[in-house]
T-cell receptor
Framework: DGGITQSPKYLFRKEGQNVTLSCEQN?????MYWYRQDPGQGLRLIYY???????QKGDIAEGYSVSREKKESFPLTVTSAQKNPTAFYLC???????????????FGPGTRLTVL | QQQVKQSPQSLIVQKGGISIINCAYE??????FPWYQQFPGKGPALLIA?????SEKKEGRFTISFNKSAKQFSLHIMDSQPGDSATYFC???????????FGSGTQLTVLP
């Protein structure tokens, strides 16, 4: 059963703590992405990675960090430097098309992070 | 220039009616326009997508209309059903750009 899995589904964090959100895909996709979703807003890109051991900042990378040690895994760490981390976090992946383009993104089920 | 403006923010339609959601963009380099459907607590799922070389694409009850000169595109849901109640996002991407630019979303409620 191919797809993208995210864990945990719900996560609670105390202020000052770092937490790591997991994202795994078995679609053999090249690119992976992390988005943040807040009520009434669209999806905002945090980080993305096109190949192993390489990743790029998105629009709202401050307070977050990522790693891409394996093609199928792209964990996101929400650090204590992120001042307003309560949100719904979505991981996505896409395949590299001929010509180097990436189009359709497949999303995981999301992780809801709440800061207590 | 990278924004995609989506309207309305929320929409209520009677069962069997037509739901229409609109998006507008400024970046003329955008060449891929997908629509995503998201149910509460779930990740978005691709619904339908269009490229600017066609003015309309239909898949079942879902149709994208694209107006290149006006830089607008819209999603039409024919014969709307309560099961269509969800949040819909338009998005756009330019050429080899690595990321999608999303609209702010429309919460659709279809009344039984």
């Amino acid at each position: 059963d191919g797809g993208i899995t995210q864990s945990p589904k719900y996560l609670f964090r105390k202020e000052g703590q770092n937490v790591t959100l997991s994202c795994e895909q078995n679609l053999n996709h090249d690119a992976m992405y992390w988005y943040r979703q807040d009520p009434g807003q669209g999806l905002r890109l945090i980080y993305y990675s096109q190949i192993v051991n390489d990743f790029q900042k998105g629009d709202i990378a401050e307070g977050y960090s990522v790693s891409r040690e394996k093609k199928e895994s792209f964990p996101l760490t929400v650090t204590s430097a992120q001042k307003n981390p309560t949100a719904f976090y979505l991981c996505a992946s896409s395949i590299r098309l001929a010509g180097g383009h990436y189009n359709e993104q497949f999303f995981g089920p999301g992780t809801r992070l709440t800061v207590l | 220039q990278q924004q995609v403006k989506q309207s309305p923010q929320s929409l209520i339609v009677q069962k069997g009616g037509i739901s229409i959601i609109n998006c507008a963009y400024e970046n003329t380099a955008f060449d891929y326009f997908p629509w995503y459907q998201q149910f509460p607590g779930k990740g978005p799922a691709l619904l339908i997508a269009i490229r600017p070389d066609v003015s309309e694409k239909k898949e079942g009850r879902f149709t994208i209309s694209f107006n290149k000169s006006a830089k607008q595109f819209s999603l039409h849901i024919m014969d709307s059903q309560p099961g269509d109640s969800a949040t819909y996002f338009c998005a756009a991407k330019a050429g080899s750009a690595r990321q999608l630019t999303f609209g702010s979303g429309t919460q659709l409620t279809v009344l039984p």
